[in-house]
């Protein structure tokens, strides 16, 4: 028998607190830990503390006995739950949403449009461009264009042509009449504006250096031909080469942020460690490791524990300096192979995601790993 915020349960052993608490419909928050693998114990956002000595203890891994008394919701442990996702994002230095989108009057999700427009997807750009605008059509038209003033590729040469190519998906739209519902829409009408999405927790980078902006750029195609008119879709997808996705894959999918938000927590203005901006990109495969957004988690270092049929991430280094990588005697372009999908699945964040998928996805919006 042992008491979880002050019900009594009956319980086997080998079951976890987290456990008996799940199955009770009490909600203890998790990063670091899955079901389906060993325990690790890293994240510490699992706090709960028993009553009966004193002592905190991680509810993923700490196995059920008779006699706790477990609380998991007083304001002592919530507060230590609060100061774990604050370390956390103290070493976690990166952006949930890029800058055109953040300034979009509309708040569209203008680096997917271009991740579709980039990889000739333009059903799929038809399809989330008609997601976005509802009713009230495009305002792009009628817009100052906060989006191109604030396009980080501005700083490299000049922005991404952002209203042309919206406008150009909406014209498609409209030509033909293929979004639900939308046949009526005027370009230039513009009653009603689109509410902005509703304030999220954000991480934010501040200034890059030079050397940190030429890694957004590693997303970039190396010959791409800038193009301001968008005529067509092959000089919509051309130009969308050009966008250097500032954004994270993950933002409408990430644990981590989902969290913080729980949480009411801000990004912390001052980080314990000054994670490097790094992005490997396996030419093979697609996947697109970032060492900033990863948490240390160890996730996809175990799922890939068994795999014998390829080299897989693993832990390099020790205590702060440790982060996630490919065997030191493995090139990032050859690990991995297949079970790509399964890391970025199984990642709480943003660091593992996909460049681009080698076919287009189809399906509901916003994907991770788009
Ligand atoms: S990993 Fe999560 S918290 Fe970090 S930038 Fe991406 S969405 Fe935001
Ligand atoms: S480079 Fe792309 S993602 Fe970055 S601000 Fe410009 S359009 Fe947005
Ligand atoms: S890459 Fe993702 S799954 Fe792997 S340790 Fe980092 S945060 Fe965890
Ligand atoms: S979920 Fe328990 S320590 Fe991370």
Same mark, same amino acid.
């Given at each position: 028998?042992?008491?979880?915020?002050?019900?009594?349960?009956?319980?086997?052993?080998?079951?976890?607190?987290?456990?008996?608490?799940?199955?009770?419909?009490?909600?203890?928050?998790?990063?670091?830990?899955?079901?389906?693998?060993?325990?690790?114990?890293?994240?510490?956002?699992?706090?709960?503390?028993?009553?009966?000595?004193?002592?905190?203890?991680?509810?993923?891994?700490?196995?059920?006995?008779?006699?706790?008394?477990?609380?998991?919701?007083?304001?002592?442990?919530?507060?230590?739950?609060?100061?774990?996702?604050?370390?956390?994002?103290?070493?976690?230095?990166?952006?949930?949403?890029?800058?055109?989108?953040?300034?979009?009057?509309?708040?569209?999700?203008?680096?997917?449009?271009?991740?579709?427009?980039?990889?000739?997807?333009?059903?799929?750009?038809?399809?989330?461009?008609?997601?976005?605008?509802?009713?009230?059509?495009?305002?792009?038209?009628?817009?100052?264009?906060?989006?191109?003033?604030?396009?980080?590729?501005?700083?490299?040469?000049?922005?991404?042509?952002?209203?042309?190519?919206?406008?150009?998906?909406?014209?498609?739209?409209?030509?033909?009449?293929?979004?639900?519902?939308?046949?009526?829409?005027?370009?230039?009408?513009?009653?009603?504006?689109?509410?902005?999405?509703?304030?999220?927790?954000?991480?934010?980078?501040?200034?890059?250096?030079?050397?940190?902006?030429?890694?957004?750029?590693?997303?970039?195609?190396?010959?791409?031909?800038?193009?301001?008119?968008?005529?067509?879709?092959?000089?919509?997808?051309?130009?969308?080469?050009?966008?250097?996705?500032?954004?994270?894959?993950?933002?409408?999918?990430?644990?981590?942020?989902?969290?913080?938000?729980?949480? !009411? /927590?801000?990004? @912390?203005? =001052?980080? *314990?460690?000054?994670?490097?901006?790094? $992005?490997?990109?396996?030419?093979?495969?697609?996947?697109?490791?970032?060492?900033?957004?990863?948490?240390?988690?160890?996730?996809?270092?175990?799922?890939?524990?068994?795999?014998?049929?390829?080299?897989?991430?693993?832990?390099?280094?020790?205590?702060?300096?440790?982060?996630?990588?490919?065997?030191?005697?493995?090139?990032?372009?050859?690990?991995?192979?297949?079970?790509?999908?399964?890391?970025?699945?199984?990642?709480?964040?943003?660091?593992? !995601? /996909?460049?681009? @998928?080698? =076919?287009? *996805?189809?399906?509901?919006?916003?994907? $991770?790993?788009?």
């Amino acid at each position: 028998m042992l008491r979880i915020n002050n019900k009594d349960f009956e319980v086997t052993d080998g079951l976890t607190i987290l456990n008996v608490a799940n199955g009770a419909g009490i909600i203890i928050p998790s990063l670091c830990h899955n079901e389906r693998l060993s325990h690790y114990t890293s994240c510490m956002v699992c706090l709960v503390k028993d009553n009966r000595n004193g002592n905190f203890l991680p509810a993923c891994s700490a196995f059920v006995q008779d006699g706790m008394d477990i609380d998991c919701s007083s304001e002592e442990v919530i507060n230590l739950r609060r100061k774990a996702i604050e370390l956390l994002l103290s070493e976690h230095r990166a952006e949930c949403e890029a800058p055109c989108r953040v300034v979009c009057p509309g708040g569209y999700n203008i680096p997917l449009m271009n991740r579709l427009l980039s990889v000739k997807d333009f059903e799929g750009a038809i399809k989330l461009s008609s997601s976005q605008i509802q009713s009230s059509g495009l305002i792009c038209t009628d817009c100052k264009g906060y989006c191109e003033n604030a396009c980080r590729r501005k700083k490299v040469d000049e922005p991404v042509s952002i209203r042309n190519m919206q406008m150009f998906i909406f014209q498609q739209i409209k030509q033909e009449n293929v979004a639900l519902n939308l046949h009526n829409i005027s370009l230039h009408e513009n009653k009603t504006k689109p509410e902005k999405s509703s304030k999220r927790f954000t991480s934010h980078i501040g200034r890059l250096e030079e050397g940190e902006l030429k890694e957004w750029l590693k997303e970039c195609s190396d010959e791409i031909k800038r193009v301001r008119e968008i005529s067509d879709s092959e000089s919509a997808a051309m130009e969308s080469e050009s966008c250097m996705h500032c954004d994270c894959r993950a933002a409408d999918n990430c644990k981590l942020r989902d969290i913080a938000e729980d949480f !009411s /927590m801000k990004d @912390p203005r =001052v980080k *314990l460690v000054n994670s490097p901006i790094k $992005k490997k990109i396996n030419v093979n495969t697609g996947l697109i490791f970032e060492n900033a957004k990863c948490i240390k988690c160890g996730l996809c270092v175990r799922l890939c524990e068994d795999s014998k049929d390829e080299p897989a991430l693993c832990f390099i280094n020790r205590g702060f300096v440790s982060v996630i990588s490919e065997p030191l005697t493995e090139d990032f372009n050859n690990i991995l192979k297949l079970k790509t999908k399964e890391v970025i699945e199984i990642c709480p964040t943003g660091a593992l !995601s /996909m460049f681009k @998928p080698p =076919v287009p *996805l189809k399906g509901d919006f916003p994907l $991770k790993g788009d």
